[in-house]
């Protein structure tokens, strides 16, 4: 196989990947749309494994904060 044709293979790949991640993207947010319209409240919650150490904290990145608020949940609520 060539070099070219392998790297187009490749790309193939990642646009076919890069699509459905936007599907689902959009899936979800119109899921949670549904789900509010519903009057209902949503969340995302972390719990640790048993017998996992308790988490010591953690940050949510900038990329972390914008998928929460494509899908209308506040990342920064208390």
Same mark, same amino acid.
């Given at each position: *196989? &060539? ?7 490749? *790309? $193939?790949?990642? *646009? ?17 749309? !549904?789900?509010?319209?519903? $009057?209902? !409240?949503? $969340?995302? =919650? =972390? ?9 010591? $904290? ?8 914008? =998928?929460?608020?494509?899908? &209308? ?6």
């Amino acid at each position: *196989m &060539s070099s070219d044709a392998h790297v187009d293979r490749l *790309m $193939g790949k990642l *646009m076919r990947a890069v699509e459905v991640s936007l599907e689902a993207t959009a899936a979800a947010r119109d899921a949670v749309a !549904e789900v509010l319209k519903c $009057g209902a !409240e949503t $969340g995302i =919650f =972390f719990a640790r494994g048993r017998g996992a150490q308790p988490p010591t $904290g953690f940050e949510l990145t900038e990329q972390d904060r914008d =998928f929460l608020r494509s899908l &209308s949940i506040r990342p920064d609520r208390d």
